[in-house]
């Protein structure tokens, strides 16, 4: 039996297994957490259910069952990997010729397949150029047919402004140019066009250059590709090569430097990044470099030297002209404006990488620059391209066609995407499956760097932005949740000896609180036994604190009646008008509060799923109590107190009575905002914890509203559509008339044509209710949209009170005032030049270095001085998070803000909002 | 689309056709997760689960006879973006040190909650002869030996024992506010059979499956209740096989 549906449900899979290979790579994307687009997986799955099928389902693997008839798909997917598809042979020439042996074949089935192979498997794009080559070799129009889909999806990708796609579209066709199929001058055409097009896009007068984003992507598009084809270009067509470089080299000198504060995730690099240079100017560092190395590239293999002689005498095609969209010119509006503009064009062309430099010099292996460029586009491609495939993303991340190891640039880069800002392309999470597949895949290497880059971080904690200190937080807790909580405690156990405020202490014990949470007390607390030290760090042992616990408490039988009440099954309505009569009119409302809340949480307190049952219960009977926003705060005082042992079950509890709306958003705000939780904002996330779950909610609603809104206008015109089809068809009905007895009578049954009205009627109806629906939809989103706005102010607001109040005066001379101490900077990066002999080995044995004590762990700011670093840096991390939620109310906010604002204050929003701090 | 990426579950109590499964998997925003520690709580569960994105409900698997975790859960979400996350990025790893498996569910329905083993728990546990200890020693052969440091967390007793963990009944789409008749109390087993009386044909079907089961369930050997496609860490196919012989 099992076998049978085992077959029933793999088969119609293998069947269409490469007939669906690739749909288009494009998805909308909802939340901020998808800035880009992800790819849909399919050939991945193919490649997928291929590599790991024996395992998933032994009896029928699709693997077996594929026979001759495939193995040519299964060979092009692997072309290139060390693999038993091939023998395990390495020699790329005999992979192409193995492929191409069985492919010729099949060559006109396979185009489609060879060209989506190349757009999501871009690292082996070499291979499959030569492949297109040598079919084109045997039939000309088989060249032509991929130049010209080429071409079309080139096109399509500018158009549609697909940024993934255009670069790796780019280097196919560079690719397919030293194959031979694609002309050397059109390959020149095409960055002629990307190069003019930038040229257009950052002057003045012709473009905007609020664009410049954009520009700046076109001529990385243009550098990227020359490691491919640059040899080739300068032997065949040095002249018009020459143009190009020119070209770049003008566009650089025109364009400005882009200084992003907002991204920067080392806050003390913020001043460095004015100086140094930008990913542009890096990488066309690296090109010049590479053309006076002759183009040698290690990390690119260049299958097609061995078939040069073949390929030569293929046919060339040209590729059509292509366009690239016009941007809306500026017309010369407000600043902010401008730069809003701006803001949303570096949404949509991001830089694809922050380097995050976490290791010293002397550690990262050595490469050309040029080859640390395309190592690290490979890593992101797999990880784009892979993402949802375990297996294969763990394989190919370890086994890039590179003739050097890269351990630690992978770490780095995997961090770097943790890290990203403002928000990495997946979810965290995605990134930390990454690192544990690897750590399983190269047990012997890869632990240890890891370990490696989360002590350099560690080192670096009071630097790295506050945005970035969370995502790390919640990556190392789970990741050690991962590998049984092990990690080497005793060389942080010194953080027990800093301020209750010092970074690194935060650190240690908020991923103890989080590994308390994904695991158990008593669990963690035998964690860390090689250093009992830090067992001060480890959350409050999680009980619950009930009010009312012997007779003499305050409110002991109020709480009993009430809970006998509730066993009773007792109506809402009927407990609301006891707590009225009981205990409001005999005490007061701030009494009845305490008294109903805290029974109630006691009575949810064992689970979760009883908290939600106690709210959807009786939740009703906190919102009479609570209907305006002072006793909404006094009610989450009181969830706070019940539950002030347990971080987690505050936050959830606060966010779910804000589900059901028993508190509201501002209510939250207000409380996070209150003396004893300003008072925490250094040594704890468990404000802040709230306040995001606070504002994200906020922000889920609107996004929920807005793609609901988008299918409601689809069924809308949809609806209209059957609506206008339906009347038609009974009018036409009705107006088709025929001659009986020399009358004019209707030629339709009168049957049918009642039928055919019903019809109409009710496509009519459809269609209002569809509108209606819409429309309701859209006052929810005005409503929410309107919400949010006040949410906002309110939190900037509150933001600006206690910061003003504590941020140190602005001197005399205007200069603003240091927070950070310098000198702690530099020990910094003393820190970093250590040879680091602390690393440890999962495997062999822990290399107990002691030398650690050796790096002076001084911490020397102040307490209010770091209070004011870390408001600081969540002032930032929400603007910037949010900011095209708050962009739009820009003004309202400016006018909040008023002139006296402190400058430091007006610096952390503008860098979080992107904004230019030029004119402060 | 891809059917290797939904389930390798196919749910027998499903009362539609493999079409209507797979249409059911691909829009659902539930997701069923296996092979966990019976000591798993639902916070534990919230804080990993919620990684993936915002979490609607969780609904714990319990023993029907003593109201405690047995190894399986239901986690709803209200996107379902964050419902494929969960499933691509939590599968297969580690929570309380077990490799827990995270499937798209059809959708949660009220008696799903409930283990269908005969003695109570999951049918895996019936048949099981290894030992493992946080999944209650040896089978039901052993009995449950609690860990000093963690106690099962009990569904039906307690200040609650009026409440039986709600269920979502009827509950569908990103509702915030207050909705949806929630059936408590020591009958409400009845009283949902009644609902689904009423309700879809797809309800009705497994109301009569369901009442024919209710009755009997204890003198007659469990069907496997899931199907997977294969073996790799759980043992159901093996169990299948043994009451074959």
Redesign the interface.
Same mark, same amino acid.
């Given at each position: 039996m099992s076998d049978l549906l085992n077959a029933h449900l793999t088969s119609p899979f293998v069947a269409q297994f490469i007939g669906e290979l690739l749909p288009a790579l494009e998805t909308p994307s909802r939340s901020p957490q998808r800035s880009s687009p992800v790819p849909s997986v399919s050939v991945l799955h193919s490649l997928g259910s291929l590599l790991c099928a024996p395992n998933r389902s032994p009896p029928s693997s699709p693997l077996r069952s594929l026979g001759s008839m495939s193995s040519w798909r299964t060979l092009l997917l692997r072309v290139g990997d060390k693999c038993p598809e091939y023998g395990g042979a390495v020699d790329h020439k005999e992979h192409i010729e193995t492929c191409y042996g069985v492919l010729w074949r099949e060559f006109e089935h396979s185009k489609d397949e060879i060209s989506e192979c190349a757009e999501q498997l871009p690292h082996k794009i070499p291979f499959y150029g030569v492949l297109v080559g040598l079919i084109n070799l045997e039939d000309e129009d088989f060249g032509k047919n991929i130049v010209d889909d080429l071409h079309c999806k080139l096109q399509e990708a500018l158009s549609s402004e697909n940024c993934d796609k255009i670069r790796i579209l780019l280097r196919f066709l560079t690719v397919l140019m030293c194959s031979k199929v694609i002309l050397p001058s059109s390959v020149i055409e095409v960055f002629e066009t990307l190069l003019s097009s930038a040229a257009t896009i950052i002057d003045e007068d012709a473009g905007n250059p609020s664009w410049q984003p954009c520009a700046d992507f076109y001529i990385t598009c243009i550098l990227s590709c020359l490691p491919w084809g640059g040899t080739e270009l300068i032997e065949q067509v040095p002249d018009e090569f020459d143009r190009v470089i020119v070209g770049i080299q003008s566009y650089l000198s025109i364009r400005k430097h882009s200084q992003d504060t907002s991204f920067i995730v080392f806050e003390a690099d913020e001043d460095k990044s004015a100086k140094e240079k930008d990913f542009v100017e890096d990488l066309w560092d690296h090109i010049q470099i590479l053309s006076t190395n002759g183009w040698k590239v290690d990390s690119v293999p260049r299958p097609h030297l061995s078939f040069e002689e073949q390929l030569v005498s293929g046919k060339s095609y040209n590729l059509s002209p292509i366009s690239c969209p016009k941007q809306s010119a500026s017309s010369s509006r407000s600043t902010i404006s401008r730069e809003r503009e701006n803001y949303e064009a570096k949404l949509k062309y991001p830089q694809r990488l922050c380097r995050l430099h976490i290791f010293p010099s002397n550690k990262i292996e050595k490469m050309q620059p040029i080859d640390r460029f395309i190592v690290e586009e490979y890593l992101l491609d797999v990880l784009l391209f892979f993402n949802g495939c375990r297996k294969e993303c763990a394989s190919y991340m370890a086994s890039l066609p590179v003739p050097f190891r890269y351990e630690y640039l992978m770490a780095e880069t995997i961090f770097s995407q943790i890290m990203f800002l403002p928000q990495p392309p997946f979810k965290p999470i995605y990134y930390a499956l990454v690192i544990i597949d690897l750590c399983k895949a190269l047990p012997g290497a890869f632990p240890a760097v890891v370990a490696g880059a989360v002590r350099s971080l560690f080192n670096r904690i009071g630097d790295l932005d506050m945005e970035c200190r969370t995502r790390l937080i919640l990556w190392f807790s789970h990741h050690l949740s991962n590998f049984q909580y092990f990690w080497p405690w005793e060389e942080w156990a010194h953080v027990k000896d800093l301020p209750r405020w010092a970074p690194q202490r935060v650190f240690v014990q908020e991923v103890l609180e989080r590994e308390v949470r994904l695991s158990y007390w008593d669990k963690i607390k035998q964690s860390i036994e090689n250093a009992p030290e830090l067992e001060e760090l480890l959350p409050p042992k999680s009980v619950s604190n009930f009010r009312y616990n012997s007779e003499e408490d305050h409110g002991y039988t109020l709480s009993k009646e009430f809970r006998e009440m509730v066993r009773g099954r007792k109506t809402a309505r009927e407990i609301t008008s006891w707590v009225e009569e009981t205990i409001i009119q005999i005490h007061s409302s701030k009494f009845a509060i305490e008294v109903v809340i805290q029974t109630l949480l006691d009575i949810g307190s064992k689970s979760f799923t009883h908290l939600i049952t106690v709210l959807e219960r009786y939740g009703q009977v906190i919102a009479k109590l609570c209907t305006d926003q002072n006793m909404q705060v006094l009610l989450i005082d009181e969830v706070s107190s019940y539950w002030k042992n347990n971080t987690q079950m505050t936050a959830i509890a606060i966010d779910r009575m804000m589900g059901y709306r028993i508190i509201s958003n501002l209510a939250i705000v207000s409380w996070v905002f209150s003396l004893s939780n300003i008072e925490q904002f250094h040594v704890s996330d468990r404000p802040w914890e709230i306040l995001r779950n606070a504002i994200n909610k906020t922000y889920n609603r609107i996004a929920d509203l807005r793609k609901e809104i988008q299918t409601l206008k689809k069924s809308v015109l949809l609806a209209e559509d059957v609506a206008v089809k339906a009347l038609k068809e009974f009018e036409a009905a009705e107006t088709r008339l025929e001659v009986v007895d020399g009358q004019p009578v209707q030629a339709e049954k009168p049957g049918r044509l009642k039928r055919l009205k019903g019809y109409a009627e009710k496509a009519k109806d459809d269609e209002i209710a569809v509108r209606e629906a819409l429309e309701a939809k859209d006052a929810l989103l005005a409503r929410a949209l309107e919400e949010n706005k006040s949410l906002f102010v309110s939190l900037y607001k509150s933001f600006a009170n206690v910061l003003t109040e504590r941020l140190p005066p602005v001197s005399a001379d205007g200069a603003f005032p240091k927070l950070r101490d310098e000198e702690d900077i530099d020990s910094m990066a003393i820190d970093l030049e250590e040879p680091s002999t602390m690393e440890m080995d999962h495997d062999n044995g822990r290399k107990d270095d002691r030398n650690s004590e050796k790096v002076t762990h001084r911490y020397s700011i102040k307490e209010q001085d770091q209070w004011c670093l870390c408001t600081l840096g969540y002032v930032k991390a929400f603007s910037r998070q949010y900011a095209t939620e708050i962009w739009p109310h820009l003004e309202t906010l400016e006018a909040v803000f008023g002139r006296d604002i402190h400058p430091l204050f007006r610096k952390a929003v503008f860098a979080g909002l992107c904004r230019s701090t030029t004119e402060m | 689309q891809?059917? &290797? +990426?939904l389930s390798?579950y196919?749910d027998r109590r499903f009362p539609g056709n493999?079409e209507e499964y797979e249409r059911a998997l691909q829009t659902s925003t539930t997701v069923y997760v296996g092979n966990m520690s019976f000591y798993t %709580? !639902?916070?534990?569960m919230? /804080?990993?689960f919620s990684?993936?994105? /915002?979490i609607k +409900? *969780?609904?714990?698997g319990l023993d029907k006879n003593s109201k405690t975790p047995c190894g399986f859960c239901f986690v709803l979400y209200?996107?379902r !973006?964050d419902t /494929?996350?969960a499933v +691509?990025? *939590?599968s297969? %790893?580690?929570?309380?040190?077990r490799p827990i498996r995270v499937d798209f569910d059809w959708g949660f329905e009220e008696g799903r909650q409930w283990g269908r083993g005969r003695s109570g728990g999951q049918v895996r546990d019936e048949y099981r002869t290894d030992y493992d200890q946080r999944r209650g020693g040896y089978g039901k052969l052993v009995q449950r030996e609690l860990e000093s440091?963690?106690e099962l967390?009990?569904?039906g007793a @307690? &200040?609650?024992?009026? =409440?039986q963990?709600?269920m979502p009944y009827g509950r569908h789409g @990103?509702d915030?506010?207050?909705g @949806?008749s929630?059936r408590?109390?020591r009958d409400y087993r009845k009283r949902n059979r009644e609902d689904e009386h009423s309700a879809s044909e797809m309800s009705r079907r497994t109301s009569g499956y369901e009442s024919r089961r209710s009755s009997d369930h204890d003198s007659r050997p469990e069907k496997n209740p899931r =199907?997977? /496609?294969?073996g790799?860490s759980d043992d159901e196919?093996d169990d299948?096989q043994k009451r074959r012989r």
């Open positions: - | 891809d059917l &290797a +990426k390798a196919r493999q %709580t !639902e916070e534990q919230y /804080e990993l990684r993936a994105g /915002e +409900k *969780i609904i714990m209200y996107s !973006e /494929e996350d +691509k990025y *939590i297969g %790893t580690m929570l309380d040190d440091q963690r967390v009990d569904y @307690g &200040a609650l024992s009026a =409440f963990p709600p @990103g915030y506010g207050h @949806g929630h408590h109390g =199907f997977r /496609e294969s790799d196919d299948d």
